[in-house]
């Protein structure tokens, strides 16, 4: 079965460019999760989704993060522009909606802004 | 607000050593936990989990109890192998919310 899909793996871009982040989740799934993982911060969520719908955005760190899930089968996170402190792994996971449902999660994007 | 504690690492043990990594938790109400595992260049992945309180969750030798009483959610295994290196990352949900992790704990094992 296939799992979280994410692209790009690995992308290195220089201060000021625009990178979007890509996401396809688990069939099925009606929740998908944004999250960032740096070793100052660890593991912090931006924003998730249910049903296509934002439902929580506070950890999106400022206006030049974006992110939409414009049907079940695809996500974006787009930063523009961008800066050398968003350096770090970005994973996206998705669930069906439930507290105690597992989450699964892709095997991350690693950005690095120079 | 609502978080997730852990002990700091790293835990370096030997082969076969007993492992116990500690994880507190506060949340409102009673939220399911969890335990995910990292290893090197991967996403993470579920180790175990425990819905309600008294639940046991256990997988690859590796076990926790939900705790309500003391809030705790601590992983333990008899006998840890080198390949059980990782960072592990003690979790919690509860309906509505997304999964809210502890900072991680690094696992090294030497043979």
């Known amino acids: 079965d296939a799992g979280v899909i994410q692209s790009p793996r690995h992308e290195v871009t220089e201060m000021g460019q625009e990178v979007t982040l890509r996401c396809k989740p688990i069939s099925g799934h009606n929740s998908l999760f944004w999250y960032r993982q740096t070793m100052m911060r660890g593991l912090e969520l931006l924003i998730y989704f249910n049903n296509n719908v934002p439902i929580d955005d506070s950890g999106m760190p400022e206006d030049r993060f974006s992110a939409k899930m414009p049907n079940a089968s695809f996500s974006t996170l787009k930063i523009q522009p961008s800066e050398p402190r968003d350096s770090a792994v970005y994973f996206c996971?998705?669930?069906?909606?439930?507290?105690?449902?597992?989450?699964?999660f892709g095997e991350g994007s690693w950005l690095t802004v120079v | 607000g609502d978080s997730v504690t852990q002990m700091e690492g790293p835990v370096t043990l030997s082969e076969e050593a007993f492992l116990t990594i500690n994880c507190t938790y506060t949340a409102t109400g009673y939220p399911s936990l969890f335990w995910y595992v990292q290893y090197p260049g991967e996403g993470l992945q579920l180790l175990l989990k425990?819905?309600?309180?008294?639940d046991k969750g256990s997988n690859k030798g590796f076990e926790a109890t939900y705790r309500k009483e003391t809030t705790s959610f601590h992983l333990e295994k008899g006998s840890v192998q080198v390949s059980d290196s990782a960072v592990y990352f003690c979790a919690r949900n509860q309906a509505g919310t997304a999964l809210i992790f502890g900072k991680g704990t690094t696992l090294s094992v030497s043979s």
């Open positions: 996971a998705s669930s069906v909606a439930g507290a105690g449902n597992t989450i699964y």
């Open positions: 425990a819905t309600k309180a008294d």
